[in-house]
């Protein structure tokens, strides 16, 4: 029988402990024990109650196959970013080459040949060269490593965002060489704003935070016997590579996208100025489990 508040805790606490499965008993109990010091602590209102029940179901409102608001929201708490860091390079304890996966990535990307180009449609932007290793923690070369990457394009949308960019555009899945290496031409991206015609939006707006990501390039490589690694390579000249709305910039994951400003030497169709990036990946050993994918 529950007499007062205090009371609440305890009992929910004691329907928590039943719960067979051994982690989600673990998730389950400190969810509610923390949860609801929360609700103490800032003593929550009735009002605020209904609101929060209400932003829940928004988020999922405005969750559809090209936007993913919850991914969104988690990115905006930093929920995403220490998720990641707890769970990669020993554990939070070492520098990583994992990151977030983001709300844009998609399956099926098609395959690419070493060398070629991503670019599917009229991408007006200057050439992006990049020449990449996959290697293991004793930085030996990964063979036979799928790496899909994708980017935003140089006016800042993906192409699931953009109905002036074709299928896949600024996509593509590659196959590591004996030399762990793959290499492809693209554009050069540029920094983007994250949706803000939603929730997130709203959160940011009160908090007088600006929606801007910096300028990068995702990758997923797959490989068996190792772990997944999702990565994003930052351009550390964009202006916001200290204060990322998403939280997801680390020193590890900072590129060297150099500027060419001379005609490229062994292609005499690409003139100035065009990047260059070379970045090697580290996976770690583990179990090659494909993320749920955020949009279709």
Partial sequence: MI???EDVTQAVLAVMQQTTDPRLRVIMMSLVRHLHEFVREVRLTEEEFRTAAAVINEIGKLSSDTHNEAVLMAGSLGVSS??????????????TSQSLLGPFWRLNSPRVENGGSIVRSDTPGNPLFVNARVVDQSGNPIVG??????????????????????EYNLRGKFMTNE?????????????????????????????????????HLHALILKQGYKVLISQ??????????????????????GDFVKHDTPHPTLPDVSAPWYSLDYVYVMEPGEAVLPRPPIK
């Fill in 82 to 95: 220490l998720v990641c860091l707890l769970n990669n390079g020993d554990k939070g304890n070492t520098e």
């Fill in 179 to 215: 030399d762990g290496r793959f290499w492809f031409s693209s554009v050069m991206m540029i920094g983007y704003p994250i949706p803000t015609d939603g929730l997130v939006g709203r959160l940011l707006k009160a908090q007088n935070r600006h929606p801007m990501r910096p300028a």
């Fill in 145 to 166: 490593a799928e790496v899909d990457v994708w980017h935003a394009s140089p006016v800042g949308l993906y192409e699931n965002q953009d109905p002036e960019q074709a």
């Fill in 233 to 254: 390579v930052y351009d550390p000249n964009d202006p916001h590579i200290e204060d990322d709305v998403q939280f997801g910039v680390t020193r590890a994951l900072i």
């Fill in 3 to 5: 007499e007062k508040q």
